[in-house]
């Protein structure tokens, strides 16, 4: 059974930082892109970032570029997302998921069923 808990969410201040983790189990981890999205009140959920761990290659959508940095530890089959510089619009319940690409893990293709996610509040 594949399994994607996402963690570390919290109450920061605007500017403070978090780190997120995603533990994954029930697939093969190294053949997999690991995504993260994010739902705040009232709005779609969005693809945040994703790591690919088949070659390491990272995807930012542009609203955290520069901010926030993916990374994956393989031997803990888990995918951090490093949140830096934060601001009160990136308030949103936090999710992770997996695909095969990264390219269709960020257009919500092939996903699996969410699980939780993970609250993260940014205060003004």
């Known amino acids: 059974e594949v399994q994607l808990q996402a963690s570390g969410g919290g109450l920061v201040q605007v500017g403070g930082s978090l780190r997120l983790s995603c533990t994954a189990s029930?697939?093969?981890?190294?053949?997999?892109?690991i995504g993260w999205f994010r739902q705040a009140p009232g709005k779609e959920r969005e693809g945040v970032s994703c790591?690919?761990?088949?070659?390491?290659?990272?995807h930012y959508t542009p609203l955290v570029k520069g901010r926030f940095a993916i990374s994956s530890d393989n031997a803990k089959k888990t995918v951090y997302l490093q949140m830096n510089s934060l601001k009160p619009e990136d308030t949103a319940v936090y999710y992770c998921?997996?695909?095969?690409?990264?390219?269709?893990?960020?257009?919500?293709?092939?996903?699996?069923?969410w699980g939780q996610g993970t609250q993260v509040t940014v205060s003004s």
């Open positions: 998921n997996k695909g095969r690409l990264c390219e269709e893990i960020l257009l919500f293709k092939n996903l699996e069923p």
């Open positions: 029930g697939f093969t981890f190294d053949d997999s892109a």
């Open positions: 790591y690919s761990n088949s070659d390491g290659a990272r």
